[in-house]
């Protein structure tokens, strides 16, 4: 689903947020060879991001969901409450309709998938500068109806959590090892580690297996 603005776009400052240099430097080349686009800047970090938003005025960002320090989404959240005119689109590997809707709820302009052709990703690119919307092939249009359900309520000590640590939790209340969760998120297994260590210190639980009944009394992973 695409819908494009018609009017034309100079100027473009563009932000490209991802921590394997090879994918930044492959857009970067791509970006400046377009009119529309000014000045490319990159960040390999959630921090670098927030930084270079603001001290850069950067206009668009292509973000990544998962960064080494945390999650593209909750930074996209913080970088709108700091730019609320900054307009971003997520692309990553990660085809999970509950964290498209969270990345579209968090104020992203659209959702495309790395392995979307790349003239095709800097088309969603130009189209989310112009003020349109984008959800890239191989998005789910249910991803919509997701979205309208609107964002759960969850109790004490659930709503300490970050978006991120909540998708974790309910991936682990379904059963699934650090390994899959990693696959899963387009994580480490360290990573994951980290973060199921932040989790149980936050529910006040001593293992997985605790988190997980937990997590399950509260609908996570069902």
């Not at 018609?6 to 490209?16: A, D």
């Not at 492959?26 to 603001?54: H, K, N, P």
């Not at 990345?103 to 500068?129: E, F, W």
């Not at 004490?156 to 990693?182: H, M, V, W």
Request: glycine residues 10%; charged residues 25%.
């Amino acid at each position: 689903m695409q819908r494009r603005a018609t009017s034309m776009v100079h100027g473009g400052r563009i932000l490209i947020v991802d921590d394997h240099p090879v994918v930044r430097r492959g857009l970067r080349t791509m970006l400046e060879g377009e009119s529309w686009v000014s000045d490319v800047f990159e960040a390999a970090t959630t921090a670098e991001a927030l930084t270079s938003a603001v001290t850069n005025r950067v206009q668009v960002i292509a973000m990544d969901v998962s960064l080494p320090d945390g999650d593209g989404v909750d930074a996209t959240q913080r970088i709108m409450q700091s730019c609320p005119d900054v307009k971003v689109l997520m692309l990553t590997m990660a085809n999970d309709e509950e964290i498209v809707a969270r990345a579209l709820r968090a104020g992203a302009r659209g959702y495309v998938l790395k392995d979307t052709d790349p003239d095709a990703v800097i088309d969603a690119l130009r189209t989310v500068a112009q003020g349109g919307v984008v959800l890239g092939p191989g998005i789910g249009t249910s991803v919509l109806t997701t979205l309208q359900r609107g964002p759960a309520e969850l109790p004490a000590p659930f709503n300490q959590l970050t978006s991120r640590e909540r998708d974790i939790l309910g991936r682990l209340a379904l059963g699934d090892t650090n390994a899959r969760i990693a696959r899963h998120f387009g994580l480490s297994e360290k990573t994951v580690r980290n973060q199921l260590s932040a989790i149980f210190a936050k529910l006040g639980v001593a293992d997985r297996v605790q988190a997980a009944l937990l997590a399950r009394d509260v609908g996570l992973g069902a």
